[in-house]
């Protein structure tokens, strides 16, 4: 178990620059990295150790990760005109690390029980839904603008506050990554219900239910309690992880706030109610937007983990290609194709939702889900999580020299330009 002091000393040391700006300046930079180095070691080991005592990595893991480390330091030593400057690494190196420990975080610790930010945001916009509703688009249009510019425009202060004070970054990029994510509250609740109905308890895992989504649980036997559990687990391993991982990783603290307002949107007024129908349509397509790139990521990933839950790439891949558009849903289908490709079960058919009948066509052609599969869905999920998080804090991290090559490429691109012009630029 890795002490939370350790982890302090270890975000300080890999996010101060103080030891590498004198050497930069002299030129000789050697010195200060040997002494960097060894943070950027002890960080590669934790990491890896984490996901092999997950089930998730290996000591040849281990061994790859802490290569790629050091070989990141040395190429951040080489100087500014390739990798960018010293304020540049820093920063993303305080998003990278931010993202990361907010994952960590969402792991260790869940979802706030009491006075959770989201749910306090849930509570202002349904304020200003009751104050703003009109059974029209525009009325609709007028209230995603307000509801999702705001917060937006909050975490753009935040984000420039503090763009030169990299520990500050890390710790709002941390707080903020924790409580948009809400991975490991969805493998809990699933969970629960795998073990009740394992127990025999039928009426308990009917009343966890509606904890993973609005489907009438009172009519559903064994098989259908774990379908429903299995492809809400699927579903929302793309809205609750994946997308604001991505989000946070494109567009950073902004990305994060502003994906998690859509999709809070969504869950509010995206359905197809008499009410909502018009004034919930711009939020819900939105929320289809926001998730288009990122439901057909976790549908990939989830193909690459089949293995992990004793599943075959190449079934998960063929019934993702071929289901994956039969759902109504452009994303959900994704993720559940890919799942029930994954698991090897069958998923879709007959959901009830407050009365109203929905005839979901057969996604994978397996056998009937069992409560089993609920506790591989969940390993599965957080594999794809895992993958997620190491992407993303990769991105945000290698930020610098990616806007270097570009720059280089762009001046050789000009360069040529101008040669073939036959004047100076």
Same mark, same amino acid.
């Given at each position: 178990?890795?002490?939370?002091?350790?982890?302090?000393?270890? /975000?300080?040391?890999?996010?101060? !620059?103080?030891?590498?700006?004198?050497?930069?300046?002299?030129? /000789?930079?050697?010195?200060?990295?040997?002494?960097?180095?060894?943070?950027?070691?002890?960080?590669?080991?934790?990491?890896?150790?984490? =996901?092999?005592?997950?089930?998730?990595?290996? %000591?040849?893991?281990? +061994?790859?990760?802490?290569?790629?480390?050091?070989?990141?330091?040395?190429?951040? &030593?080489?100087?500014?005109?390739?990798?960018?400057?010293?304020? =540049?690494?820093?920063?993303?190196?305080?998003?990278?690390?931010?993202?990361? $420990?907010?994952?960590?975080?969402?792991?260790?610790?869940?979802?706030?029980?009491?006075?959770?930010?989201?749910?306090?945001?849930?509570?202002?916009?349904?304020?200003?839904?009751?104050?703003?509703?009109?059974?029209?688009?525009?009325?609709?249009? %007028?209230?995603?603008?307000?509801?999702? +510019?705001?917060?937006?425009?909050?975490?753009?202060?935040? &984000? =420039?506050?503090?763009?030169?004070?990299?520990?500050?970054?890390? &710790?709002?990029?941390?707080?903020?990554?924790? $409580?948009?994510?809400?991975? @490991?509250?969805?493998?809990?609740?699933?969970?629960?219900?795998?073990?009740?109905?394992?127990?025999?308890?039928?009426?308990? =895992?009917?009343?966890?239910?509606?904890?993973?989504?609005?489907?009438?649980?009172?009519?559903?036997? @064994? &098989?259908?309690?774990?379908?429903?559990?299995?492809?809400?687990?699927?579903?929302?391993?793309?809205? #609750?992880?994946?997308?604001?991982?991505?989000?946070?990783?494109?567009?950073?603290?902004? +990305?994060?706030?502003?994906?998690?307002?859509?999709? @809070?949107?969504? #869950?509010?007024?995206?359905?197809?109610?008499?009410?909502?129908?018009?004034?919930?349509?711009?939020?819900?397509?939105?929320?289809?937007?926001?998730?288009?790139?990122?439901?057909?990521?976790?549908?990939?990933?989830?193909?690459?983990?089949?293995?992990?839950? !004793?599943?075959?790439? *190449?079934?998960? $891949?063929?019934?993702?290609?071929?289901?994956?558009?039969?759902?109504?849903?452009?994303?959900? +289908?994704?993720?559940?194709?890919?799942?029930?490709?994954?698991?090897?079960?069958?998923?879709?058919? %007959?959901?009830?939702?407050?009365?109203?009948?929905?005839?979901?066509?057969?996604?994978?052609?397996? %056998? *009937?889900?069992?409560?089993?599969?609920?506790?591989?869905?969940?390993?599965?999920?957080?594999?794809?999580?895992?993958?997620?998080?190491?992407? @993303?804090?990769?991105?945000? /991290?290698?930020?610098?020299?990616? *806007?270097?090559? $570009?720059?280089?490429?762009?001046?050789?691109?000009?360069?040529?330009?101008?040669?073939?012009?036959?004047?100076?630029?």
């Amino acid at each position: 178990m890795v002490r939370s002091d350790e982890i302090v000393r270890l /975000a300080v040391a890999l996010l101060d !620059g103080r030891a590498l700006a004198p050497a930069r300046r002299r030129g /000789a930079s050697a010195p200060a990295l040997d002494a960097w180095l060894p943070a950027v070691r002890r960080g590669a080991e934790l990491l890896a150790g984490a =996901a092999a005592r997950s089930g998730l990595g290996s %000591r040849v893991s281990a +061994g790859l990760a802490r290569t790629l480390a050091e070989r990141s330091a040395r190429l951040l &030593a080489a100087g500014p005109r390739t990798t960018g400057d010293l304020a =540049a690494w820093q920063l993303a190196a305080a998003n990278g690390a931010g993202l990361v $420990l907010g994952a960590g975080l969402d792991l260790v610790v869940g979802d706030p029980r009491r006075l959770h930010p989201v749910a306090g945001f849930g509570s202002l916009v349904q304020r200003w839904e009751r104050h703003s509703y009109q059974p029209s688009r525009a009325a609709g249009l %007028r209230f995603a603008a307000v509801s999702i +510019g705001v917060p937006v425009a909050a975490a753009l202060g935040v &984000a =420039a506050a503090t763009r030169r004070r990299p520990l500050a970054r890390a &710790a709002a990029v941390a707080g903020t990554t924790w $409580l948009v994510l809400g991975g @490991t509250s969805l493998r809990r609740e699933a969970t629960g219900v795998a073990a009740a109905l394992t127990a025999g308890d039928l009426a308990g =895992a009917r009343s966890r239910l509606p904890g993973l989504c609005g489907r009438d649980p009172s009519t559903l036997d @064994t &098989a259908g309690l774990s379908r429903a559990t299995v492809e809400s687990v699927a579903e929302n391993t793309s809205d #609750a992880v994946v997308a604001p991982l991505c989000w946070g990783a494109l567009a950073g603290l902004p +990305g994060l706030v502003g994906y998690r307002a859509i999709n @809070t949107l969504d #869950a509010m007024v995206g359905h197809r109610s008499p009410r909502y129908r018009r004034f919930g349509a711009v939020a819900a397509r939105l929320d289809d937007l926001a998730n288009l790139a990122p439901a057909r990521l976790t549908a990939a990933l989830t193909v690459a983990a089949a293995p992990l839950v !004793g599943g075959s790439r *190449r079934a998960a $891949l063929r019934t993702w290609l071929r289901d994956g558009l039969r759902h109504p849903s452009p994303n959900a +289908g994704q993720c559940e194709a890919a799942a029930a490709g994954a698991l090897g079960v069958r998923l879709g058919g %007959r959901n009830v939702y407050a009365g109203r009948v929905d005839e979901r066509p057969q996604l994978g052609d397996g %056998r *009937r889900v069992e409560p089993v599969d609920i506790v591989r869905a969940a390993r599965l999920s957080a594999a794809v999580g895992a993958a997620t998080v190491a992407l @993303t804090a990769g991105h945000l /991290a290698t930020a610098p020299a990616r *806007r270097a090559l $570009l720059r280089r490429a762009g001046l050789r691109v000009v360069d040529r330009i101008a040669a073939r012009r036959g004047r100076s630029w």
